[in-house]
């Protein structure tokens, strides 16, 4: 035995639909039909209230004429001799016989129940049926079937007396109904008629409505499809219906953050254009030299000094270009991805130490004494890899810019109050370099800027580090600064990180 399910009300039914992402189709056919549909059931509705109360109106029209008739016939209705009869005049019982609109049958039955005049076989009054309130006489009204003809029946009491006897007559007029069914189809065809003139026009203004308060839509729609490429300036809000503004301000608030990123595409593609054409050209000027130098030492021991000279400053350039391109597809991720990356919850700890390993050799190789300090765990919200890699900036640009000789220190510890991220964490790359002076420390952080002091210590590097740092700094909410360390001319740079939630786990 198959048991269906019971179906769903319309309204949850596209509840359900639109939740499903369906495609919701026109906007203009779906006003037309939430709108004429509902208008065309309540314009039906109101043809059948119409249609009966005009049968209403109609029936008792035609009750009242029937019972003007049975009065007439009971005003003929009297005692002779002891006996009740009544004088129908030739005329009346020739209208009786054959009405224009009908044919209209007649009875007289007297006290004792004897028939007096008419037909005897015309149907007697019921027992149920209740007597009019419509009108002050005794009258009843009921429907019959006569000689297989639907009729309707008047059935009046009439008091007749004289100095003899008294007593009640019973007087019965009954008409057939098809002059009635003529009025009641013409009412109907009428009702109907006017019924869908209405429908037409009000369809027809409605439709004309949705395309009027549509017309703004499409005249936005015709906008956006003609604008060029490059257009992207904002739709005035103006054009377009006041419930609809805030759909516009969302579209132009999408469009300014497409300038921006467009913008910000093209400030790297110009800014990695002009960055590595220097190492390249430089590169290839090496190599020309070194091709150079061989042509000249052709048939003669070669000059094994000049030329690993050459090839020396070749790595370095090489290892310059791919420090740049490193750097520079770091930051093109940061700016354009980094929205999207996973956070979780890290202990900077942990990076602290997987960087001061990695940086180990490089601090040997430049005679530089790099030291951790992290007595707390310091969990922080935030992504593990973008941690990674603000960390390693810090501590690559301290060993490049400290002398043989010097010291970086890298702290990691617990927040202190008056910080602005208190309960949270500090993150601290201490050098005793030269530092950056304090004018400068706000242009530092732009990309490919450097100092004068800089330059000379480290001629080959990019200017991208803390670029990269401060992204990482704004993606993560917290805060840099730029301070001189405590041996009065070093750079201190330090990250103050917001509190970790308190139930959430450090990642593995």
């Not at 179906?7 to 006003?31: K, T, Y």
């Not at 309960?423 to 990309?447: C, F, M, N, Y």
Request: net charge neutral.
């Amino acid at each position: 035995m198959t048991v269906r399910a019971p179906r769903l009300p319309v309204f949850e039914r596209l509840r359900r639909r639109w939740a499903q992402g369906r495609p919701l189709g026109s906007l203009r056919s779906q006003l037309l039909r939430w709108l004429l549909i509902p208008l065309v059931m309540l314009v039906l509705l109101d043809a059948v209230f119409v249609y009966r109360n005009a049968l209403d109106a109609a029936d008792m029209a035609y009750d009242r004429s029937l019972l003007a008739s049975t009065r007439a016939l009971a005003e003929r209705v009297s005692i002779v001799g002891g006996k009740v009869v009544a004088e129908v005049p030739y005329v009346a019982l020739d209208s009786f016989e054959t009405d224009t609109l009908g044919r209209i049958y007649y009875k007289v039955t007297g006290i004792n129940g004897e028939l007096v005049s008419g037909y005897g076989d015309l149907p007697p009054v019921p027992k149920n049926v209740p007597r009019s309130q419509n009108y002050p006489a005794l009258v009843r009204f009921y429907h019959a079937d006569y000689h297989g003809k639907p009729i309707r029946i008047a059935a009046l009491l009439q008091p007749v007396y004289d100095d003899s006897m008294r007593g009640i007559a019973l007087i019965q007029v009954a008409e057939t109904l098809d002059a009635r069914r003529g009025l009641s189809n013409q009412i109907l065809f009428d009702t109907l008629s006017w019924q869908a003139a209405m429908i037409l026009v009000m369809g027809a203004l409605v439709w004309f409505a949705v395309r009027l308060v549509l017309r703004p839509l499409m005249r936005l729609k015709t906008e956006v499809e003609t604008r060029t490429l490059s257009d992207l300036s904002d739709v005035d809000p103006t054009l377009v219906h006041k419930e609809m503004r805030p759909l516009v301000s969302a579209m132009n608030g999408s469009m300014s953050r497409l300038q921006q990123l467009i913008a910000s595409q093209r400030r790297f593609i110009a800014d990695a254009s002009h960055q590595l054409r220097t190492p390249l050209t430089v590169l290839k000027t090496q190599a020309e030299l070194a091709m150079r130098e061989c042509d000249r030492q052709a048939g003669s021991p070669p000059d094994i000094a000049a030329l690993r000279d050459i090839v020396r400053s070749m790595a370095a350039t090489t290892d310059s270009t791919v420090l740049l391109a490193n750097r520079l597809l770091t930051l093109a991720r940061i700016e354009h991805g980094g929205d999207s990356l996973a956070m979780d919850t890290v202990a900077l700890r942990d990076v602290a130490q997987q960087v001061g390993l990695e940086m180990a050799m490089a601090a040997v190789g430049r005679n530089i004494d790099l030291s951790l300090e992290a007595p707390d765990e310091a969990p922080v919200h935030g992504q593990a890899l973008l941690l990674h890699e603000l960390l390693a900036n810090l501590v690559d640009n301290a060993l490049r810019y400290t002398p043989q000789g010097g010291s970086v220190i890298l702290r990691v510890r617990a927040a202190q109050a008056g910080h602005g991220h208190d309960d949270g964490a500090v993150l601290e790359v201490e050098d005793s370099g030269k530092g950056i002076p304090p004018a400068e420390r706000e242009r530092v952080l732009t990309p490919f800027y450097r100092v004068g002091a800089a330059l000379e210590s480290n001629p080959g590097g990019a200017g991208l580090g803390l670029a990269i740092v401060r992204d990482i700094v704004a993606l993560h909410g917290a805060r840099l600064e730029l301070a001189t360390a405590a041996n009065g001319h070093g750079l201190k740079v330090g990250v103050y990180f917001a509190a970790a939630p308190v139930d959430a786990k450090i990642a593995p």
